[in-house]
């Protein structure tokens, strides 16, 4: 078999497995649980996210009073798993009491941040019904109850963390894909460009393409998933025939470069999962190193999710618009739009695995940039590795509003018209730029 032939087929198969693991891994950690019986004075507030230092737990119940109150609360149907766990929070002075099938405990809650608690089975049966007793003295006091979750490796915190690094592969293959053939058209076009500049041009190139997809789906879903197929497509053809491809690949000055992204990319993303969490990634990336953040890095995701779905794009949420904010970042995620209709991949994985990629597109362009001044490849990463310690860096990588991006290709153009001005600068050149 030609070896062309024989890399694009793995690659293949190796994105359709991670695709499936990350569809099968990253599934909601919660029960189907809800609560069936509360007392009618003091019962279920309206569901609402509650961060804490660890996770970000829904909350299914609480108890609040002015006055001495008891309070009891339900929750069926629990799964027959001997891995369920639920968090508790309050200030009372009096235990609260659990009671579940194989198990009891009483907990005594003097802080207000989350307790966790293992509903353990003896008899390894169905840890259902879970009953809740609690008593607060007036004001001060008061019990907040989250949906119980799991906490095996198949539905827990684990399996959520192999899902994301699963769709963290899953997107980084695609765009090495895409990249890499826009990279040899490119270097088919202009054999004379520098090879430090085509990791950035390819993206550039890409994130064009991106922006055809973006008008394919503007003017209907359907035509663009045909559009984003093709693309696809097109790329593995290349793949497949292009003997360009290979002598990318034997470049020092690609490979090297394209692999420090790949490495700043793992070293941000173990950074941001360092603790093991149920909450989604974009609510992580809002809450584990800012406190309170507002939701822009979840609107190009909006943006794109409306077009995917064949709806009005103008209002996004409250009071954004979509004129508030460029496609650029919504059309570098629908490059992978037919995987995010309804029943395809973890969609909020997707759209923030690939807004990470997008953002993390300055390690090249930064990489260009040292390479322009005449450091060599040992070096200019270097540099860039120093530069990824930055913690304004790391925080604008890992939350995916397009700045680091727009800054990325910014400062890749510039590279591009100084390496032209060594040589006769043709129209051509400066239009690229």
């Not at 109850?145 to 994301?164: C, I, Q």
């Not at 690094?165 to 054999?191: N, P």
């Not at 090879?195 to 035509?223: N, S």
């Amino acid at each position: 078999m030609n070896p062309s032939l024989r890399r694009t087929l793995v690659l293949l198969a190796t994105l359709l497995c991670l695709g499936g693991l990350s569809r099968w891994l990253d599934r909601p950690a919660t029960v189907p649980g809800d609560v069936l019986s509360h007392d009618p004075l003091f019962g279920l507030t309206a569901a609402q996210a509650i961060v804490s230092d660890r996770a970000l737990f829904t909350e299914v119940w609480s108890l609040r009073s002015d006055t001495p109150a008891t309070a009891s609360a339900t929750i069926d149907p629990l799964p027959r798993s001997r891995s369920l766990a639920i968090a508790l929070s309050g200030h009372v002075k009096s235990p609260v009491r659990l009671t579940w099938t194989g198990g009891s405990q009483e907990i005594l809650l003097r802080h207000s941040g989350w307790q966790e608690i293992p509903l353990a089975s003896s008899s390894g049966k169905n840890c259902g019904p879970l009953h809740i007793v609690a008593t607060v003295a007036g004001p001060g006091e008061f019990v907040s109850v989250a949906r119980p979750y799991y906490t095996d490796f198949l539905h827990g915190s684990t399996a959520r963390l192999f899902g994301r690094a699963c769709t963290l592969g899953l997107t980084f293959l695609w765009i090495t894909l895409l990249v890499t053939a826009a990279a040899a058209l490119l270097q088919r076009t202009w054999s004379d460009l520098p090879v430090y500049l085509l990791p950035i041009l390819g993206a550039a190139t890409v994130a064009l393409c991106g922006y055809g997809l973006f008008g394919c789906y503007f003017i209907h879903p359907r035509l663009g998933d045909i559009a984003a197929v093709a693309l696809g497509l097109a790329a593995l053809g290349r793949w497949a025939c292009d003997r360009r491809i290979d002598s990318l690949w034997r470049d020092a000055a690609w490979t090297r470069t394209w692999l420090a992204l790949l490495a700043v990319g793992l070293l941000y993303f173990s950074l941001l999962h360092f603790w093991n969490c149920d909450a989604p990634w974009s609510g992580l990336v809002g809450t584990r190193y800012t406190n309170g953040s507002t939701a822009d890095h979840m609107l190009p995701w909006i943006y794109a999710e409306r077009l995917l779905q064949g709806l009005d794009s103008r209002i996004l949420d409250t009071d954004w618009l979509s004129s508030d904010r460029p496609p650029m970042q919504s059309a570098w995620i629908m490059l992978l739009g037919p995987w995010l209709h309804p029943g395809g991949g973890p969609a909020d994985a997707i759209s923030q695995a690939m807004g990470f990629w997008f953002q993390l597109l300055w390690v090249p362009a930064l990489a260009a940039f040292f390479r322009r001044l005449g450091l060599g490849l040992r070096d200019a990463l270097l540099l860039v590795f120093l530069a990824a310690l930055h913690g304004l860096i790391f925080i604008n990588s890992i939350y995916v509003w397009p700045k680091l991006s727009a800054a990325a290709f910014c400062l890749g153009g510039w590279v591009l018209l100084g390496s032209r001005l060594d040589a006769k600068t043709s129209v051509r050149d400066t239009l690229l730029g």
